[in-house]
């Protein structure tokens, strides 16, 4: 039943490719929207019944996006503030991963579980306590007020998925390494991260993902025009009547682009970490 | 001849190295938590220290004076007054059955796009980047687009409504529709992520028990629902328990289409929480509402920390 032989038309017409369309429709209708809207003349955007594509075309939005708005500025928050705190991520997570995978300490398991508690637990609880904590710094409107927090709320993930691919290393390898007399680091380094690559690889692109769109925080902690990213940007485009659709998404189109590539690359990195049990929405 | 000599050599290295195993597993459990220290600390920091900061908070009366805020003494009021206010009980209310319905609607859905997908013979690849791009999707831009269809003048929705005779509704500014609207958009960002979890184990049944039930003669659907969905279980148990542990943290989407209105019909409790933090700077109340919502994640953890566990010690042993 499963691989029943089809025939005729019966080939190309059946349910499970009208379904499949139907999917693939359901995601890209309202993505057409997105895009198709971006590239309307900013002021046809307010017209009843709304038009099907973008006639005439216009780059209006876009430059208004960069010149009119300080979409540049936001960009730019958002790449430094992403960047740093993936970086801290890995660099942390493969350390803790690694002892959490290999060496023999106690409460490695209670360790373990707790993490994956934190790894659940929503922003808001923490949000009050860490403002205060951020203006007794006098860290409001500062890279480091985003690199911090999302670091630790990326970090047991990261190790997790790490700690996995650890434990999947063969262990001969490694005490080569340690028997030729290369320190614990050194080990890491040249031994075991080359074989823990894939792993890297999806730590690295949910840690980005994840700060990419984070709202809350950035919200509450980087208000000032200065140091907004992208998500506190866009929602706060325009004034009190008029919302610049337009302009909100030629922003978002800059701003899906470079996530979107890189989940198209790292695609079988995403999936295996999505299916790979402590899975993030 | 050399490699000869060389043999007795290493027979007396070899336990050397291994002779001594109490002292070096103490080294090295040692240097185990010289390499999580950094990690924990930076996660202790933002989370451990805030969460017992904001218990705290909660308990006492909050003043805000010029230059940060005082704690003076001990009370329950805040609870108390979250007890009695039907802001706190609406927006509880709401969060549960916003995650209750739009986690079975996305299940559902998700279920359905995975099995048409594992039979999908060519293009399977390009479907599964497709479902990744609503996963990567920022929230707020989510949130602005749907805005934007269902926008009450110029609105894609309202259109379409109106061309199937459905009158225009003003969707964002009535409370069911709004509702509605809100969870058309959470399952349309949702979904795809919980249909590739589901195609990912349903790729991993072993492909026998199939086989066996189709010599045994039974029907699709009967394979679906005795086969199928029980070998299923433990997949689909761990992605909504996940998922609903999360929605308590519902915030991005109704914050920036509908501000948890109209009125406070989409009033989340991480937005109740918020406006009473930062909009109202009732520091106190906030936190019992940020308090009492980590008690509910925290309830939620342990009920299931069976599965929290076997997480971890599957891989770990």
């Known amino acids: ?281 | 001849m050399t490699a000869l000599s060389s043999t007795p050599e290493q027979m007396v290295a070899e336990p050397k190295l291994v002779g001594r195993p109490d002292v070096n597993r103490q080294r090295l459990a040692r240097m185990g938590w010289a390499f999580t220290a950094p990690a924990l600390l930076v996660i202790a920091a933002v989370t451990i220290f805030p969460i017992v900061y904001s218990v705290v908070m909660s308990f006492n009366n909050v003043t805000v004076t010029g230059n940060g805020f005082s704690l003076d003494g001990f009370t329950f009021s805040n609870y108390n007054l979250l007890i009695h206010a039907s802001l706190w009980r609406d927006a509880l209310y709401f969060t549960l059955y916003y995650t209750l319905i739009t986690v079975v609607v996305e299940l559902v859905i998700g279920t359905c796009i995975a099995l048409v997908l594992e039979r999908l013979a060519a293009g399977r690849g390009w479907m599964m980047a497709l479902l990744l791009i609503p996963w990567s999707m920022i929230t707020v831009i989510n949130a602005e687009l749907w805005a934007y269809i269902y926008n009450g003048t110029y609105g894609v929705a309202d259109y379409i409504l109106n061309a199937l005779g459905l009158g225009s509704p003003v969707i964002l500014g009535t409370p069911t529709p709004a509702i509605i609207g809100l969870m058309i958009a959470d399952i349309w960002k949702t979904t795809p992520f919980v249909a590739i979890i589901v195609l990912a184990g349903l790729v991993m049944l072993p492909g026998d028990v199939y086989e066996a039930a189709e010599m045994d003669g039974a029907s699709g659907w009967y394979t679906f629902w005795h086969v199928t969905l029980p070998l299923l279980r433990p997949t689909i148990a761990l992605a909504v328990m996940f998922r609903v542990l999360q929605a308590f943290g519902l915030f991005d989407l109704p914050y920036v289409m509908t501000g948890g209105g109209p009125g406070t019909a989409t009033q989340s409790l991480a937005i109740l929480a918020y406006n009473a933090l930062f909009k109202n700077l009732s520091f106190g109340p906030g936190a019992a509402v940020a308090t009492s919502t980590a008690l509910l994640v925290l309830l939620g953890c342990l009920a299931t920390l069976r599965v929290f566990r076997a997480q971890v010690g599957q891989e770990g042993s």
């Open chain 1, 1 to 281: 039943m499963r691989n029943r032989k089809r025939t005729g038309w019966h080939r190309y017409v059946n349910g499970v490719s009208i379904s499949t369309l139907v999917t693939a429709l359901f995601i890209i209708v309202p993505l057409y929207w997105l895009i198709a809207t971006s590239f309307k003349n900013p002021n046809s955007i307010g017209s009843s019944p709304p038009s099907l594509g973008p006639t005439p075309f216009s780059g209006g939005n876009y430059s208004n996006a960069f010149v009119g708005y300080d979409f540049g500025i936001y960009f730019r928050n958002s790449v430094i503030v992403t960047i740093c705190a993936t970086a801290l991520v890995l660099a942390l997570g493969t350390l803790a991963g690694y002892a959490l995978g290999r060496l023999p300490m106690r409460g490695k398991f209670t360790t373990m579980v707790i993490l994956l508690m934190i790894s659940v637990f929503p922003a808001v609880a923490v949000l009050a306590p860490l403002y205060l904590l951020m203006r007794n710094l006098g860290w409001l409107n500062s890279y480091q007020a985003l690199i911090l927090p999302y670091t630790a709320f990326n970090l047991p993930f990261a190790i997790w998925i790490l700690r996995n691919y650890f434990l999947g290393i063969p262990k001969e390898m490694e005490e080569t390494g340690r028997i030729d007399g290369a320190s614990p680091l050194r080990t890491i380094w040249s031994i075991v991260l080359p074989q823990a690559l894939p792993g890297l690889f999806t730590a690295g692109i949910f840690c980005f993902t994840a700060c990419w769109t984070e709202f809350l925080m950035a919200l509450t902690f980087n208000s000032s025009n200065n140091f907004r990213t992208i998500p506190v940007g866009i929602a706060e485009f325009g004034g009190n009547f008029q919302v610049p659709y337009g302009t909100i998404f030629a922003a978002s189109v800059v701003a899906v682009v470079p996530i979107g590539i890189l989940v198209f690359i790292f695609r079988k990195f995403v999936i295996s970490g999505l299916t790979s049990g402590a899975v993030k929405g």
